[in-house]
C-alpha cells in the first residue's frame, strides 16, 4: 500500500508536535482520503482528523439505515457527543447538538445533507465553538455565513452514497509500530 501526503496538520496529537494525513493511493469514494477543504480555518490537527473520520464514518454508517432521514454528528477528540436522524436539516443538527452540547463543544460536526443558511446560521454560534463542519456540499449562501467565522474549518466530502474502495486496513502509530 502506498500512501500520499494530502495534509500538513497544524499539530500533532499535542500542540507543538509535527503531523500530516496522508491518503491511500487508491483510495475512492465518501472517506476521509476524498475530503476537500474550502475553508481552511485555523489549519486541520491530528484530532481534528480523527474525529472527522470517525464522524464521517458514524454518519455513513446511520445514513445507509436511516430510511431517508437526514444525519447530524458530533465528534469530540474521537468520541461520538450528538447523534441524530431527523427529516429536515435544521432539526437533524439542533437534536445532535442537544444530545449532550457541553461535550459537543469544540467538536466536528458531520451533516449527510447539503448545509443550507439556516444550518450555517446554528454552526457559528460563538457558544457552540465548531471546530470542523464536513457535509457533502453547501449552498452559497451558507458558505458566505460559515465564512464569519474565520477559525472554522469547511470540509466537503464525497457524496455519502458513494461506495468507500480501500485496502481495508487500520492504521495508528505506536512507539516502534503501527
Known amino acids: 500500500t502506498f500512501f500520499n501526503k494530502k495534509i500538513s496538520c497544524r499539530y500533532g496529537q499535542n500542540p507543538g508536535s509535527p503531523a500530516a494525513f496522508y491518503t491511500e493511493e487508491n483510495a475512492r469514494g465518501a472517506c476521509t482520503a476524498n475530503i476537500e477543504v474550502l475553508q481552511e480555518g485555523k489549519g486541520l490537527g491530528y484530532i481534528n482528523i480523527g474525529d472527522l473520520d470517525l464522524a464521517q464514518r458514524l454518519t455513513k ?58 444550518v450555517a446560521e446554528k454552526l457559528i454560534i460563538p457558544v457552540r465553538n465548531t471546530e470542523v463542519i464536513v457535509a457533502p456540499c453547501y449552498t452559497k449562501e451558507a458558505l458566505e455565513v460559515l465564512l464569519e467565522r474565520e477559525p472554522l474549518r469547511v470540509v466537503k466530502m464525497p ?20
Open 61 to 118: 454508517s446511520l445514513y445507509d439505515t436511516s430510511d431517508g432521514k437526514l444525519v447530524a454528528t458530533i465528534v469530540k477528540h474521537e468520541m461520538p457527543s450528538g447523534v441524530a436522524r431527523g427529516g429536515s436539516p435544521l432539526l437533524a443538527y439542533e437534536v445532535a447538538w442537544g444530545t449532550d452540547s457541553l461535550s459537543s463543544f469544540g467538536g466536528v460536526v458531520a451533516l449527510s445533507y447539503e448545509v443550507d443558511k439556516e
Open 159 to 178: 457524496d455519502i452514497d458513494e461506495k468507500v474502495e480501500d485496502n481495508g486496513l487500520e492504521y495508528k502509530r505506536t512507539e516502534g509500530g503501527l
